[in-house]
C-alpha cells in the first residue's frame, strides 16, 4: 500500500506532490480535525488563516449562492484554489428534515430569518433556528420526523473539481418538551434524536462519539479512502 505523500497527491492531476492541501475554512476545530484525517494518510495540509499570515495576505470569502450542498462546497474550493493557486478542501454543511421537504438545508445557519444574513449571534440564531423547526413540525406524527444531517467535502485545484464525497448522519427531530436537550455541540444538536435508538440527542453525545457517527466524520473518512484508492490505483 503506498502510503507516501507523492503517492496520494500525485494522482490528482496538476497537484504538485509538494504542496500541501488548503482547509478552505476558518473553523479551527475542523482544520484540526482534517488534518488529523489526511496527515494519516501522509497529505499534508495548511488552515486558510495559516496560509493568509504565511503569506500576510487576506482570501476573500465567496458567496454561497447555490442550491444544494455540493454546489456551495465547490463554490467555496475553487473561489480558494484558485485565490491561493493551492488544492483546496471546502465543506458546506445542514439539516435536511422529511416533513419539511428537505428544509432547512442550505439556508441551515439562517434558517430563523429564510436565510438573511442579520446581527444575530451564533447562540441567538441557533434557539431562533431551533424554536422555528419545532414550531412547524408541531403536530407532526413520529415517522414523518425523519432527519439527517449532510456534510459534502469538495477538493478542487484552480483548474477544477477533483473530488465530491458526502457523509450523513441519520436521526429525527424530536418533540416540544422532549427536546432541547443536551449542553454539547451546536446548531441543532439539542433538537437532534440519534438514530436508530433515538433516546439521546446528538448535543448530549460526548465529542468522540459525535466525531465518530457525524456527517462530517463519515465525509473525511469517505475523502480519505478516495484519496487512498487513487493513490493505490496510481
Ligand atoms: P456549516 O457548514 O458548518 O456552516 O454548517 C451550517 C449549519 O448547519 C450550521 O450553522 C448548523 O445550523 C447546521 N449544522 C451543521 N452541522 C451540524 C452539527 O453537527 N450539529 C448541529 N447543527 C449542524
Redesign the pocket.
Known sequence: MRRDRAGVLGLCSAMPASQPIVIATG?PHKVEELRAILGGLGVPCIGLRELESTRSTTFIEPEEHGSTFETNAAIKALSYAQQTGLACLA?????EIDALGGRPGVI??HYCTDGRETGMTRAER?AA?NARVLGELQGVPLERRGAR?V?VMVLANPSGVLLRVRGTFEGRIGELGEVPRGSH?????PI?LVAPEYLQT?AELAQEDKNRL???GAAARALAAALEERSLRG
Not at 465543506?91 to 439539516?95: E, I, N, Q, V
Not at 455541540?185 to 444538536?189: E, L, Q, V
Request: charged share 25%; aromatic share 18%; net charge negative.
Open positions: 473553523n465543506d458546506d454543511s445542514g439539516l441551515s445557519s441557533d433556528n444531517f456534510c455541540g451546536f446548531g441543532y444538536d437532534f446528538s457525524s456527517h462530517r
